[in-house]
Nanobody, 115 residues
Framework: QVQLVESGGGSVQSGGSLTLSCAAS????????MGWYRQAPGKQRELVAT???????NYADFVKGRFTVFRDNAKNTVNLQINSPEPEDTAVYYC?????????WGQGTQVTVSS
């Protein structure tokens, strides 16, 4: 059982920056894939970005080079750097990971972007 705890959400203005962090309850070197999803009001949860334990990243098209996902093995965290956010990025951001054949989710952290 992997526990994930997000932090770093909050309010930010367009053109600013924000970093989300997700702490895992165990060494992330043993977790094959980790990353972030988001869910805006009235919409389905969608992929934002993921990174494997070999460093391979995958981004949603809407990221457009504005977001960076990265792991910190020393802190057992997966992080999401959000640059130049837009109001359309307002959502609850969920940490996600896949270990062996199971998927785990964090509780989510709210990100609100104002224009």
């Amino acid at each position: 059982q992997v526990q994930l705890v997000e932090s770093g959400g909050g309010s930010v203005q367009s053109g600013g920056s924000l970093t989300l962090s997700c702490a895992a309850s165990e060494s992330i070197s043993r977790i094959a894939n980790m990353g972030w999803y988001r869910q805006a009001p009235g919409k389905q949860r969608e992929l934002v970005a993921t990174v494997t334990n070999e460093g391979t990243t995958n981004y949603a098209d809407f990221v457009k080079g504005r977001f960076t996902v990265f792991r910190d093995n020393a802190k057992n965290t997966v992080n999401l750097q959000i640059n130049s956010p837009e109001p359309e990025d307002t959502a609850v951001y969920y940490c996600w990971c896949r270990k062996l054949f199971r998927v785990y989710w964090g509780q989510g952290t709210q990100v609100t972007v104002s224009s």
